[in-house]
């Protein structure tokens, strides 16, 4: 009987753990992977569970008597279908539509499977999102396809220096470099006019978004030390792109 308990135990926490950090390297909130990981652990009758999750890390406990388990969170990127498919799971299991088990085997498929679609497809999405935002800054009608191959080839460029390097600032400061140095060669042999929303437009794929908005939500939820953690790493990311611009600018 108590090596049936510990067992289920164990899967609890290999089950939460894992949904917790999906949601983490997925670029969810961290007050949102707390909340979801407690609802978990409660519809299991675990009503002592705590945990404390940060950007690079999260410790989970079902208890005083319970062992606590750590797990790392290495890799980040943005990938709001997973955190769609682990909330639903996550209210499936409270709910008592499914068992621990299914919860846990449905969450070890969502983490084998690669929900990113095609390079290409994400390719033309980026180069039509930098023609359509250097429009939205008031930009001229011919600087479309030189916007579109900009922004198109900054984002095939950080998609591949990443894979290689692992080094995300790296990555976005090459991409930033190369947008600006298309950016400049096409006005200079007249394939564009106003190199300044050249580069605003297609720049705008690689600004980290998601992340200034996620570590504002985390300060105001008071989660500070994540909050500031991905305040910084946005700062960061801005600064990357911001140098690759210049330094592009600047030959």
Same mark, same amino acid.
């Given at each position: 009987?108590?090596?049936?308990q510990?067992?289920?135990?164990?899967?609890?926490? &290999?089950?939460?753990?894992?949904a917790?950090?999906?949601?983490?390297q997925?670029?969810?909130?961290?007050?949102?992977?707390?909340?979801?990981?407690?609802?978990?652990?409660?519809?299991?009758?675990m009503?002592?569970?705590?945990?404390?999750?940060?950007?690079?890390?999260?410790?989970?406990?079902?208890?005083?008597?319970?062992?606590t388990?750590?797990?790392s969170?290495?890799?980040?990127?943005?990938?709001?279908?997973?955190?769609?498919l682990?909330?639903s799971?996550?209210?499936?299991?409270?709910?008592?539509?499914?068992?621990l088990?299914?919860?846990?085997?449905?969450?070890?498929?969502?983490?084998?499977?690669?929900?990113?679609?095609?390079?290409?497809?994400?390719?033309?999405?980026?180069?039509?999102g930098?023609?359509?935002?250097?429009?939205?800054?008031?930009?001229?009608?011919?600087d479309?396809?030189?916007?579109?191959v900009?922004?198109?080839?900054?984002h095939?460029?950080?998609s591949?220096?990443?894979?290689?390097?692992?080094?995300?600032?790296?990555?976005?400061?090459?991409?930033?470099? +190369?947008?600006?140095?298309? +950016?400049?060669?096409?006005?200079?042999?007249n394939?564009?006019q106003?190199?300044d929303?050249?580069?605003?437009?297609?720049?705008?794929?690689?600004?980290?978004?998601?992340?200034?908005?996620? +570590?504002?939500? &985390?300060?105001?939820?008071g989660?500070?030390?994540?909050?500031?953690?991905?305040?910084?790493?946005?700062?960061?990311?801005?600064?990357?792109?911001?140098?690759g611009? +210049?330094?592009?600018?600047?030959f």
């Amino acid at each position: 009987m108590v090596e049936d308990q510990q067992l289920k135990n164990e899967m609890t926490i &290999d089950c939460i753990l894992l949904a917790g950090r999906i949601m983490m390297q997925s670029g969810a909130e961290t007050y949102r992977v707390e909340d979801t990981m407690l609802r978990m652990a409660r519809s299991q009758n675990m009503l002592d569970a705590q945990s404390y999750v940060t950007p690079t890390g999260i410790i989970f406990s079902l208890g005083k008597t319970q062992p606590t388990r750590i797990t790392s969170i290495s890799t980040r990127m943005t990938d709001l279908h997973r955190i769609s498919l682990v909330n639903s799971i996550s209210r499936k299991l409270t709910s008592q539509i499914i068992t621990l088990e299914q919860a846990y085997d449905e969450l070890k498929k969502i983490e084998k499977t690669n929900f990113f679609l095609p390079m290409w497809i994400q390719v033309l999405a980026a180069s039509i999102g930098s023609a359509a935002i250097m429009i939205m800054f008031k930009g001229i009608w011919s600087d479309i396809p030189a916007a579109m191959v900009a922004g198109g080839t900054g984002h095939y460029i950080v998609s591949i220096v990443h894979e290689k390097t692992k080094v995300k600032f790296f990555s976005e400061f090459i991409a930033a470099l +190369a947008v600006a140095l298309i +950016a400049t060669l096409a006005v200079r042999y007249n394939f564009g006019q106003e190199i300044d929303r050249i580069i605003i437009g297609s720049v705008m794929p690689l600004v980290p978004g998601l992340v200034i908005t996620n +570590a504002v939500r &985390d300060l105001m939820a008071g989660h500070f030390t994540a909050g500031v953690a991905k305040g910084a790493e946005a700062l960061l990311t801005a600064f990357a792109i911001g140098s690759g611009v +210049a330094l592009a600018l600047s030959f």
